[in-house]
């Protein structure tokens, strides 16, 4: 049974491009959540979903991100117009219920 | 403001010691207490979990003591091994399933041979 998978593992985008991140979650699992860590930081929560809505995003910053989680396809967490201060590592969860189990993040650099 | 805090930022023991990293938690709402393991370029890796009507729960080497009224929570690592040096985080859930977890700031523990 694969874990939740996360590409691409490391990205790399100039100021005011878009990066685009995908998760994948657990099989048979229906909730997914996306965290951000910056360096030597604890994860903070961003948005979490369940197939097709959007159920919290009170962690999304207001302008230049978004998150989907499609009916078919893995979810996506999508950040306009990069500033250097995005540069982070960008995790996915799923959940069957309560536990969380991560992927091995997506590790963003902005130049 | 931080909702839980999550002590020592570091530690250091010695082969065969004993870890011992302490939460705080304000939000008595919360109702699900889980531990993250963090090597580094890794996820968190989920290591154990209590909830609030156990004060004790074991699973190896590593175990969660939980005080409901002081609101504060502990995990011990006995026997530190090499392989236990990681990033440590205690963390917190509201209610019923699907909601976010909110992170202590972590622990670096350093197992020295």
């Known amino acids: 049974n694969a874990g939740v998978m996360q590409n691409p593992r490391h990205l790399v985008r100039r100021r005011g491009q878009e990066a685009r991140l995908r998760c994948s979650p657990m099989?048979?699992?229906?909730?997914v959540y996306w965290y951000r860590q910056l360096p030597e930081e604890g994860l903070k929560f961003m948005v979490y979903l369940q197939k097709e809505n959007i159920i919290d995003e009170s962690g999304m910053p207001k302008e230049r991100f978004s998150a989907e989680f499609p009916k078919e396809g893995p979810s996506i967490l999508r950040i306009q117009q990069v500033v250097r201060g995005d540069s982070a590592a960008y995790f996915c969860?799923?959940?069957?219920?309560?536990?969380?189990?991560f992927g091995p993040g997506t590790r963003l650099t902005v130049l | 403001q931080q909702q839980v805090k999550q002590s020592p930022q570091s530690l250091i023991v010695q082969k065969g010691g004993i870890s011992i990293i302490n939460c705080a938690y304000e939000?008595?709402?919360?109702?699900?207490f889980p531990w993250y393991q963090q090597f580094p370029g890794k996820g968190p890796a989920l290591l154990i979990a209590i909830r609030p009507d156990v004060s004790e729960k074991k699973e190896g080497r590593f175990t969660i003591s939980f005080n409901k009224s002081a609101k504060q929570f502990s995990l011990h690592i006995m026997d530190s091994q090499p392989g236990d040096s990681a990033t440590y985080f205690c963390a917190a859930i509201p209610g019923a399933a699907g909601n976010k977890l909110t992170f202590g700031g972590g622990t670096r523990v350093l197992v020295k041979p």
């Open positions: 969860a799923s959940s069957p219920g309560t536990s969380q189990y």
């Open positions: 939000n008595t709402a919360f109702d699900y």
């Open positions: 099989k048979g699992h229906s909730h």
